[in-house]
């Protein structure tokens, strides 16, 4: 075998070897892919009886963050909070001071999480009750939806149709109905990627990697036949540089 036939061969063999890392490597991606999509879904499933209240004014009437939100409730969500339980309730980030009609204001936004679900369904019932407020009331969610929301919010697609009073509805994850129409969808793979098997894309990295592995077409072969139209035997020197040649990874 001349030479030239040995690097052709080797040429392929490598070229073979790096296809078979191109795969593993997209179904490493594609796996990384389908973990992080779903833990991004399990945060919110997670913090689900998690809201935020922002612009929450400071009461000094009220010894406790639960007392100052069950105030609120009362009286600005007309809700009947006797039966309500709050597990715990804590200020997030930092406080801010705004002057309002001529006075200092302190407001805080403030995270609350309620024991039952019931509650937190109740009360983003009540938010529209907040509308031409400086008080909001939002889900807890994970950063990646909760600014997804945001720009679908005050896109102009958004913004035009609740001037025209069309009916503006964002689902989750993060998805804009105009009118009960898909308008927008920022994570158009969501539920394709949500449905694929962990286990199976798990199984089917891990046999990909077990092939390139321990085929037998990565083991270098340490002897090359001869195909000397003469016959004559190849010397030491000759065999030991086209088997040097062939073994990748090796100078």
């Known amino acids: 075998m001349s030479n030239i036939q040995v690097v052709r061969r080797s040429t392929a063999h490598a070229t073979h070897i790096l296809d078979q890392l191109e795969d593993a490597v997209c179904s490493q991606e594609e796996m990384i892919q389908v973990l992080s999509y779903r833990s991004i879904?399990?945060?919110?499933?997670?913090?689900?009886?998690?809201?935020?209240?922002?612009?929450i004014t400071k009461d000094?009437?009220?010894?406790?963050?639960?007392?100052?939100?069950?105030?609120?409730?009362?009286?600005?969500?007309?809700?009947?909070?006797?039966?309500?339980?709050?597990?715990?309730?804590?200020?997030?980030?930092?406080?801010?001071?705004?002057?309002f009609r001529g006075r200092s204001d302190t407001r805080w936004p403030m995270v609350v999480k309620f024991r039952d679900n019931v509650d937190t369904e109740m009360v983003m019932k009540n938010a529209n009750m907040l509308k031409n407020t400086r008080v909001g009331v939002y889900r807890d969610?994970?950063?990646?939806?909760?600014?997804?929301?945001?720009?679908l919010y005050t896109c102009e697609e958004a913004k035009?149709?609740?001037?025209?009073?069309?009916?503006?509805?964002?689902?989750?994850?993060?998805?804009?109905?105009?009118?009960?129409?898909?308008?927008?969808?920022k994570f158009p793979e969501w539920f394709k990627i949500m449905g694929r098997n962990r286990l199976e894309?798990?199984?089917k990295l891990n046999s990909r990697l077990d092939k390139l592995a321990y085929s037998k077409e990565t083991i270098p072969d340490n002897k090359i036949e001869s195909d000397?139209?003469?016959?004559t035997p190849k010397s030491d020197s000759e065999t030991a540089y086209e088997s040097a040649v062939f073994v990748p990874g090796v100078t």
């Open 41 to 55: 879904d399990t945060e919110p499933r997670s913090r689900r009886n998690n809201i935020i209240f922002y612009n």
């Open 60 to 99: 000094s009437r009220h010894s406790s963050d639960k007392a100052r939100i069950l105030n609120f409730m009362e009286n600005e969500l007309d809700i009947d909070t006797s039966e309500m339980c709050i597990e715990g309730a804590h200020i997030l980030g930092s406080l801010r001071q705004d002057t």
């Open 141 to 151: 969610y994970p950063r990646e939806i909760a600014i997804a929301i945001k720009k």
């Open 160 to 185: 035009r149709a609740r001037f025209d009073k069309s009916s503006v509805q964002i689902k989750y994850p993060a998805r804009l109905y105009i009118d009960r129409k898909l308008v927008c969808d």
């Open 201 to 203: 894309e798990s199984n």
């Open 228 to 231: 000397d139209s003469e016959g």
